[in-house]
């Protein structure tokens, strides 16, 4: 019996480790995990950033979505952008455009950690109170 206590807690702990692949929040960035593929799909928009959420506004159908940024992405505070994982910093008001989708919160934890997905819910305010995510290692193109 104490063999499989130890066995229990030595998967526990291996989940735990694993944790670390999970997408975190760096100041109102969501990062994606690294484990997720990606979908077909292209997620675009300009970028709003609104106290401690930032969106991915269409105009064309003026809804927007809070965004779940490809692994490695960060917040950059001296500049107060977006530091993608190439170093690219996008700002406010620029376009970005990259392979992902748009998801439902319920499907989100696929995609990013616990931290990522409160806080991306707490933002979302569209009609399907979707989420955009970038795939997580794919390439965001940005314009000014």
């Not at 100041?27 to 950033?49: H, K, L, M, W």
């Not at 989100?108 to 009609?127: H, I, K, Y």
Request: hydrophobic share 35%; aromatic share 6%.
């Amino acid at each position: 019996m104490k063999r499989q206590g130890t066995l229990r807690v030595l998967a526990l702990l291996a989940m735990l480790s694993n944790s670390g692949c999970s997408g975190a929040v760096h100041g109102p960035v969501i990062e994606g995990n690294r484990r997720y593929g990606g979908t077909d799909a292209e997620v675009s928009g300009v970028v709003v950033i609104e106290s401690d959420c930032i969106y991915l506004h269409m105009p064309a159908t003026d809804s927007r979505y809070p965004v779940v940024w490809p692994h490695g992405t960060s917040w950059n505070k001296q500049d107060s952008a977006i530091e993608l994982p190439d170093g690219i910093l996008v700002y406010e008001g620029d376009e970005v455009r990259g392979g992902g989708g748009y998801h439902s919160g319920q499907n989100l934890s696929e995609f990013t950690g616990t931290e990522g997905l409160e806080l991306a819910m707490e933002c979302a305010d569209n009609q399907y109170g979707e989420i955009a995510v970038f795939n997580s290692s794919d390439h965001v193109e940005t314009q000014r």
